[in-house]
Every structure is written in structure tokens, then in C-alpha cells.
């Protein structure tokens, strides 16, 4: 399909309607997490689970996120991208009353399967969506989406924290939650674009391997979101683990980091577009990088909520530049984009039982600092998501970056 360029005409409208409704959904996603991100304390402590055990049961995301992913596909194939995604967001957001109210730890990691299907399911409709929206405007939007899921992050994130602060039961608080994003879902859903398969073409296939030229994007995109999970789900532990912080201020941190990844996401596209992706990734790594480093060497938690939001400011633009590299990167770029999206987001999945298996063993503090190593990487692999036309091309052309176009 053409794309369309005169953003005054009537076609135009129902896209530029469409951006709209697609930024709410991914806000709504967001807000998700972040108000099940700054609960994770209460229900460990309410369950009596040790670093070991909570870092078992948040794998159970990611179990089911894999098992479930591939299935988005065929579920929009049959039902159409709209309605796809209505149901697909209205599983997620009212599954959140789940978590709070398990018994014990194994119903938690059944309930935390579910919980990860539907969120990786609902996230690749969503994002499929953004990509269509985005290729018919001819213009770059999906830092800008990335950021309104930050910002819808970072709304739940604030609202956890004042109930966290308020010593409020999670069940009450989440529970409202659940509700109140069910709705607004289901609203922001009515307006995304409505696209439906031909009656011929087959449905997508179940797994799609990402090609050679997508395996190094996504391995930069691994440690962004690798990064990114582990701060969402483990900062407000940290603080309270390791500094003795009281819930309030715990919960505070992740508010901080949910607040400079959106800031950063909402300006990505223009700051993208003055430096380049190389540029900007470069920077965004050495930043991120010397946040991960104080917050392992933090005293207090004023220094370590500075180091979180500096690693939330460091990776918040790679997954975007991830996608989009990967749309160039060879000649079957649905495939590419496929097999990228796989991997970052099983990433960002199986991050926080990572950080739990090695705090168990270890320290919370040692699990930081392979996130503080994966950081560093991003300086390293960031010439991939170079672009022919970016600002940093023009500086000297980048032998990393034609590994990225190999067949």
C-alpha cells in the first residue's frame, strides 16, 4: 500500500485518528506494568518468597509470553486487527486482579503464565498496528508509541506508589486498576485502523527465525531490554532489599525510572533525527552504563532512584531503532522484524528471573552488575542500526553496520 502524504486530506483522517487510538493503547498496556511493577513487594511478602522463588515465579511470564506470541499473528489473520486487539487488551488488563490474590507460589507462576501471554499477545498486535500506522503517515512514530507506553507505564507506576504509600491491599488497588484500564482499552480500540486478510492468503506461520542480519540487531536490543526488565520489576526490591528503603520511597523508583524512559521515548524521534540512531544509541549506552554503575554503588537510595533513571534515559530509544533496523536489514523484512521483536522481548521477559536466580545465589547487588555490563554493550553494537540517510552516516561509514544487510 502506497503511502499517503497529504496529512490535510479526508483520507488522512482515520490514520492521523488511528495514531491517536494506537498511542492510547500502548499507554494502556504500559499502565499495566507499572502498577503490577510497584506491587511485586507486597505480594512477595504477603506470599513470604525469597529473592529465588520470586525470581521463579516472574520466568512464568516469559514462558507464557514465548508459547503465546506467535499465536497474535493468526489470531488477527482470522478476527481482523481491530477486534484482534480488543481482545487481546481486554484479556491483559483484567487479568491484573490475578496476581494479588494467589495463594502460594505455585499458583502465582500459573497465574503469571496467563499474565504473560496475554501481554504478548495484546504487544505485537498493538505494535503490528503502530508499524501500519507509521508506514502510511511516511513518517517515524513508534519512539513516540514506545514513549506513550513509557508514560502510561509511568502513570501506573506513580499510582502504585501512592497505594504502596498509603499501605493500601494490592488486591483493592489492582483490582480498580484492572477495571478502570479494561475500559479505556476497549474505547482507545474502537478507533485503531481495521485491517483484515484476503480470503486467499495463508495465515502467518507459527515461528518465524530471525536471518542472520537480524541476530546482532537483536542482540543490541537484548541488552536494552534486558536492562529495562530488570530495573521495572526488581528497582523497588532493590531499594528496599539492599538500601532499606521504606515501601513508599521503593515504589518511588520505579516511578523514577518509568519517568525518564517516557521523556526520553516521547523525544526520540527528533533527537534521532538531529544526531542518528549510532549517535544517539552510543550516548544512550555510556549513560545508561554509568547509572547501572552507581546504582551498585549507591549508599543511600537518593544516588541508586539517579542511577535507575539514568539506565531508564540510556536504553529508551534502542527498541525502536531495533525494529526499524531491522526492516532494512535483508530481504524478508517482516521475517527480520520478527525474529528481532523475539528476542528483545524474551529478553525483557526472562530479565527479572535472571536477576532473582542470581540474587539468590549471589546478591541483588552482583545482578546489577551484569545489567550494568549488558549497558556497556550498547556502545559497542550500536553502529547495526545505522541508516544511509542518518546524520552519523555521513561522519565515516561503519563495517559493523553492512553486517546488518547480509542475506
Not at 492521523?16 to 506494568?33: I, L
Not at 488488563?93 to 504478548?120: D, E, H, N
Not at 549507591?298 to 525502536?320: D, E, N, T
Request: positive net charge; contains cysteine; proline residues 7%.
Amino acid at each position: 500500500m502506497g503511502r499517503l502524504k497529504e496529512s490535510g486530506t479526508p483520507e488522512m483522517r482515520p490514520v492521523r485518528r488511528a495514531r491517536v487510538a494506537v498511542a492510547a493503547v500502548f499507554a494502556v498496556h504500559g499502565a499495566v506494568t507499572g502498577n503490577f511493577a510497584t506491587r511485586i513487594p507486597w505480594i512477595q511478602e504477603r506470599l513470604d518468597l525469597s529473592a529465588g522463588q520470586l525470581g521463579l515465579a516472574l520466568a512464568f511470564p516469559a514462558i507464557g509470553a514465548s508459547v503465546a506470541m506467535p499465536l497474535a499473528g493468526r489470531i488477527s489473520h482470522r478476527f481482523g486487527a481491530r477486534a484482534a486487539l480488543r481482545g487481546l487488551l481486554a484479556l491483559w488488563t483484567a487479568w491484573l486482579v490475578m496476581p494479588p490474590v494467589s495463594p502460594g507460589l505455585v499458583w502465582l507462576c500459573g497465574v503469571l503464565f496467563v499474565y504473560g501471554a496475554t501481554s504478548g499477545m495484546s504487544d505485537v498486535a498493538m505494535n503490528a498496528l503502530g508499524v501500519e500506522v507509521e508506514n502510511r503517515l511516511g513518517r517515524s512514530i513508534m519512539s513516540g508509541l514506545h514513549g506513550m507506553w513509557s508514560a502510561g507505564a509511568l502513570t501506573g507506576s506513580a499510582a502504585g506508589t501512592i497505594a504502596a504509600h498509603a499501605e493500601s491491599d494490592a488486591r483493592l488497588h489492582l483490582g480498580i486498576a484492572a477495571a478502570v484500564l479494561t475500559v479505556l482499552g476497549a474505547v482507545a480500540c474502537h478507533w485503531v485502523l481495521d485491517l483484515r486478510s484476503a480470503p486467499e492468503e495463508h495465515p502467518p506461520p507459527r515461528f518465524a527465525l530471525p536471518p542472520r542480519s537480524a541476530l546482532i540487531i537483536g542482540a543490541v536490543g537484548f541488552c536494552a531490554v534486558f536492562a529495562e526488565g530488570a530495573s521495572l520489576d526488581w528497582s523497588a526490591v532493590y531499594l528496599r532489599d539492599v538500601l532499606d528503603s521504606s515501601p513508599g520511597v521503593a515504589a518511588a523508583c520505579t516511578t523514577a525510572f518509568s519517568c525518564t524512559m517516557a521523556g526520553a521515548r516521547l523525544i526520540g524521534d527528533a533527537v534521532v533525527g538531529r544526531f542518528g540512531p549510532v549517535r544517539t544509541v552510543r550516548t544512550g549506552g555510556v549513560l545508561a552504563t554509568a547509572g547501572g554503575l552507581l546504582v551498585v554503588t549507591a549508599p543511600g537510595p537518593a544516588l541508586a532512584i539517579a542511577g535507575f533513571g539514568l539506565i531508564g534515559l540510556g536504553i529508551a530509544v534502542v527498541v525502536p531503532l531495533a525494529f526499524a533496523a531491522a526492516g532494512r536489514s535483508g530481504p524478508a523484512p517482516s521475517q527480520a522484524i520478527a525474529g528481532v521483536a523475539t528476542i528483545t522481548y524474551t529478553s525483557g521477559l526472562i530479565a527479572p528471573a535472571a536477576i532473582g536466580s542470581i540474587a539468590d545465589l549471589t546478591s541483588l547487588t552482583i545482578s546489577f552488575c551484569l545489567v550494568t555490563a549488558l549497558t556497556l554493550g550498547l556502545v559497542a553494537g550500536a553502529g547495526v542500526l545505522r541508516t544511509p540517510s542518518s546524520p552519523d552516516s555521513a561522519a565515516r561509514p561503519d563495517p559493523s553496520a553492512s553486517e546488518a544487510t547480509l542475506p
